[in-house]
């Protein structure tokens, strides 16, 4: 089974003061490394939507792109209308698709989406759920639906629940909150480790 990741880090950073968020530091190191860190081990490529600071994103995997130019501005989802045509992302069985402001993400993640897509074979899309709320931002999907993401987009929808519910995703379950707690702001920043 070939598993690849897909950080978003092509954000605005508006709730920072505009910064790049992946490249904030958290307990002296940036927020994607420590997302990288806790997702490495569970696949085999991992690939990185930015759309600023190229470079340093390209220290970090040699698969990087920003969004198309026709998507530009459209949030989450322009980064997957861009993924839809990547052919090396095309080549995954399965794609984990996660933010780069997510550095407690749980170590057994892929483990326990992969278990439930076993399950129920038919289904092509999964989000994180925990007792809180749902996370529509940490995802488990078939590459060949990013196509869908084009039209979704070009009938005026944005959100990536909206899209998701169009892809009948189904819910995963996990039991902890803090795991998937996006660092948003100063207050967030001054988390412990």
Request: charged share 15%; net charge positive; with cysteine.
């Amino acid at each position: 089974m070939k598993i690849f990741a897909l950080i978003l880090a092509g954000g605005q950073g508006s709730r920072m003061g505009g910064v790049d968020k992946g490249l904030v530091q958290w307990h002296n190191k940036a927020l994607i490394d420590h997302v990288i860190e806790k997702i490495r081990p569970q696949v085999s490529h991992i690939a990185i939507s930015a759309n600023r600071n190229l470079e340093s994103y390209a220290q970090r995997s040699a698969h990087v792109f920003s969004d198309a130019r026709q998507w530009q501005h459209y949030g989450p989802l322009a980064a997957l209308c861009t993924a839809a045509n990547d052919l090396q992302i095309a080549t995954a069985d399965w794609l984990l698709i996660v933010s780069c402001d997510m550095p407690r993400l749980p170590e057994n993640l892929v483990f326990q989406f992969e278990t439930i897509a076993k399950r129920t074979p038919l289904c092509n899309a999964f989000y994180v759920e925990t007792p809180s709320r749902p996370h529509y931002s940490v995802m488990f999907i078939r590459p060949q639906i990013l196509q869908s993401t084009v039209p979704y987009l070009y009938s005026g929808m944005r959100s990536i629940r909206g899209w998701l519910q169009q892809q009948r995703a189904r819910v995963v379950h996990f039991p902890h909150e803090q795991d998937f707690i996006s660092y948003n702001t100063e207050n967030d920043l001054a988390q412990p480790l």
